[in-house]
């Protein structure tokens, strides 16, 4: 090998080294004194819900979480302590380490470092579900030298040893909050490191972007060759789009997660508080014949073909005398521009009228559905009637009092949710604000690479932007992640996770 190319390989070594601990500096910063905490500290916590319960289970974690469920467990007789078995499960008893009162019957199960949750010493009391067992047991936990955890420290400790990294921790708390099972399957698929690895990815073109740009920048005295700048122009572009799309299926992943709200809206008596009924599977809107029934809306939650849907129930759209009617209409018109779809139902026993016509106008601007509703009876609108005037919605035939139709419209609604509102379908992957936001932020700033480039903007500038872009997806699996940031994610957690 030629000494230019020994060179040429020196500086490619430089530069990725750099590069690769530029972003990596405060995670390791966290690391290190969250390695400080684990060594000197040990957490315990009720990591169950509180209320009464078949089991209800307190968690210690840290170097003395051992010693401590020596001191207080027993045999069954309560008598002599009780050794852990790594891996294994004891029953026993928990007593009070001062008086040596029996507390409850437990399984205890032990998880020596570094093969736990949190890598460190694990220990956990699996006893009868209740405030007051648990309570007791915490209490004497703690009494042996334990303090109680912060919300999310056990997560939180796992990702600063190194076991899961921030993308992960955040899908702990998705699954935990999942609505629906698609929503539970796409936040395991982030914990299993979905969201982490796509970003990884990405991650690896930005840092070759940038060794490209760093060697001719930090070496210019020596033999290396200028890089192309329409090559440079066109990597930037390209991972740019990668960053763009991966952010476009995290929109359509957060509406697992989020849900979208639909409001249902019509003019009086046509029908509305009945489909909501039967959307829903249960009577939750009062029905009846006499129009304005609906005075202020009726809400709540559904599960759409694994899409979280909050349905509105309005007040029926028409021009009235009465205040309270007419209060009635503008928070209708109100919850229709808030809503992300909308459902415009229509009474199809009866003609087409011009205050449907209105209510089709007003939701033009929304997407969503047209439910020719009371099929049952003898339809006298047909829906070349509507097309005209439904600005390309969808229009489907329904029977809230038969239930016809239900099943399709629901269909429609999750389509419409996950396809129109997310803008994809396609290889969804969930992702939280926060990470759609730093997504965003790096492929701006790789667009901004390529124009400056493109511009002659000088390289060592648009190596700026580039580290920018690092900055962001660093954001996402923790490299860089501040206190600040993380003292947010993680005080969304419970207490005990």
């Not at 507390?103 to 199960?109: G, H, K, N, V, W």
């Not at 210019?220 to 700048?229: A, L, S």
């Amino acid at each position: 090998m030629s000494n230019a190319c020994l060179r040429g390989t020196h500086f490619k070594l430089v530069v990725l080294r750099r590069i690769s601990g530029l972003a990596g500096e405060g995670r390791e910063r966290v690391c290190m004194r969250g390695r400080g905490i684990v060594e000197n500290d040990t957490i315990a916590a009720i990591s169950t819900p509180l209320g009464e319960g078949g089991i209800g289970i307190v968690r210690i974690s840290g170097p003395d979480a051992l010693k401590i469920a020596s001191r207080l467990f027993r045999d069954p007789s309560g008598k002599r302590r009780r050794t852990l078995k790594p891996w294994g499960v004891r029953y026993g008893i928990v007593v009070d380490p001062e008086t040596g009162e029996e507390i409850d019957e437990a399984l205890a199960s032990a998880m020596p470092a570094p093969h736990s949750f949190t890598r460190e010493d694990v220990v956990e009391f699996s006893c009868h579900g209740g405030i007051g067992p648990l309570s007791r047991v915490l209490d004497a936990v703690l009494k042996c030298g334990a303090r109680l955890a912060q919300p999310g420290e056990f997560t939180r400790r796992a990702f600063l040893s190194g076991r899961i990294d921030l993308a992960q921790a955040e899908a702990v708390i998705e699954i935990v909050r999942a609505r629906t099972d698609s929503a539970r399957r796409l936040a395991l698929a982030n914990l299993r490191g979905g969201l982490s690895a796509a970003v990884v990815s990405i991650r690896d073109d930005v840092v070759a972007l940038l060794a490209q740009l760093e060697a001719v920048v930090d070496f210019p005295e020596d033999d290396v060759d200028e890089p192309d700048h329409d090559a440079i122009t066109r990597r930037a572009r390209e991972t740019a789009s990668k960053l763009r799309g991966l952010a476009a299926r995290a929109r359509c992943g957060r509406v697992y997660r989020d849900g979208v709200t639909v409001a249902i809206v019509g003019r009086p008596n046509v029908g509305k508080s009945s489909l909501l009924n039967a959307l829903l599977g249960r009577s939750k809107a009062i029905v009846t014949d006499v129009p304005g029934t609906t005075r202020d809306a009726v809400e709540d939650w559904t599960n759409m073909h694994g899409v979280p849907v909050r349905l509105v129930d309005t007040a029926g759209l028409r021009e009235t005398d009465d205040p309270v009617e007419r209060l009635g209409v503008e928070r209708t018109r109100e919850r229709l521009d808030e809503a992300d779809l909308a459902i415009v139902v229509i009474d199809g026993s009866e003609a087409l009228s011009d205050g449907d016509v209105a209510v089709l106008r007003s939701a033009g601007t929304k997407r969503g559905v047209v439910a020719l509703n009371k099929s049952d009876l003898p339809q006298r609108v047909a829906e070349s009637d509507v097309a005209p005037h439904a600005a390309g919605m969808p229009v489907l035939r329904v029977s809230a009092k038969e239930g016809t139709g239900i099943e399709s419209l629901e269909k429609i609604i999750a389509e419409l949710a996950v396809g129109r509102v997310a803008g994809v379908s396609e290889g969804m992957v969930m992702a939280s604000a926060r990470q759609q936001e730093a997504l965003e932020r790096a492929a701006a700033a790789l667009d901004e690479v390529a124009r400056g480039v493109e511009g002659e903007t000088p390289l060592d500038l648009a190596a700026i932007d580039i580290r920018e872009a690092l900055f962001w997806l660093d954001q996402i699996t923790g490299r860089s992640a501040s206190d600040d940031v993380l003292d947010r994610i993680f005080s969304e957690f419970c207490v005990g996770k």
